[in-house]
């Protein structure tokens, strides 16, 4: 019996870039002889460029489409997605972005790591791992993000705030999803802080992230100052617990 894979792909005003990534997922998926079964989910968070109209115009195969009426945040997005996903009994669960940042042909490499894990976080910033066209700035706000993480959460992953990862029903489930409260890249540290806390199994795979070419990025200056303000809460909280 197959076992259910479910790709979750947020979208705010992406009509540039949407299509060209289903289309490649899809050969990927073609190709994948593993006894997985895909679904691909959009979840548009009623996007004004009519991202989710025209990836219902073109049909595609695998292609679901999850409407939520306003844009609330990449956390809020994937948790839609996630419990979509729980309430259709999909297993393995892949975080994936829809600007073309995350390639869809690593995707079997990152599938072979998950055999045996319940976590795996494609990441940047490991030997075999690169980003292509990120200007200084941005580079800088990713590396020293995720070395303040790893120091005051005392987290030994190489990429707190990566993207593209996948993840097990029982990880989901162990972390309680449902209560993750960040909105933006904080996201990506609660779970993983929230699944080694939890003793689970977690691999670290190499990725190549290219910077968006069409569409303009998500990041904020609002994003960031909540990352660092949630991690630095998370941090008080455990030196507390460990009393």
């Known amino acids: 019996m197959s076992t259910k ?3 979750c792909i947020p979208t705010y005003n992406e009509s540039e870039n949407i299509v060209e990534i289903l289309n490649r997922l899809n050969v990927v998926i073609d190709a994948i002889q593993s006894g997985y079964l895909f679904t691909i989910l959009v979840i ?3 996007s004004p460029d009519e991202t989710a109209n025209l990836v219902a115009s073109k049909n ?4 679901e489409i999850l409407n939520r009426p306003q844009k609330a945040g990449l956390g809020p997005a994937y948790l839609a997605g996630f419990d979509w996903g729980m309430q259709r009994d999909f297993e393995i669960f892949v975080e994936f972005d829809a600007d073309g940042s995350h390639q869809p042909e690593e995707l079997p490499s990152l599938l072979d790591a998950f055999l045996g894990c319940d976590l795996v976080i494609g990441t940047r910033w490991m030997p075999g791992g690169k980003v292509v066209n990120w200007p200084l700035s941005r580079r800088l706000i990713s590396r020293i993000g995720t070395k303040y993480a790893q120091s005051v959460l005392r987290l030994p992953y190489r990429d707190l705030t990566g993207g593209f990862r996948v993840l097990s029903r029982r990880c989901l489930e162990t972390i309680h999803f449902r209560d993750i409260e960040s909105l933006g890249y904080g996201f990506q540290i609660e779970i993983a802080m929230r699944a080694h806390e939890a003793g689970l199994a977690i691999a670290q795979v190499p990725i190549t992230f290219i910077e968006r070419s069409h569409g303009a990025s ?5 994003i960031v100052i909540e990352a ?5 809460k998370w941090s008080i909280q455990r030196m507390f617990n460990a009393r």
């Open 44 to 46: 548009d968070d009623n």
């Open 228 to 232: 660092l303000a949630k991690t630095t």
């Open 60 to 63: 595609l195969n695998r292609v």
């Open 218 to 222: 998500k990041m904020t200056r609002r």
């Open 5 to 7: 894979v479910l790709i």
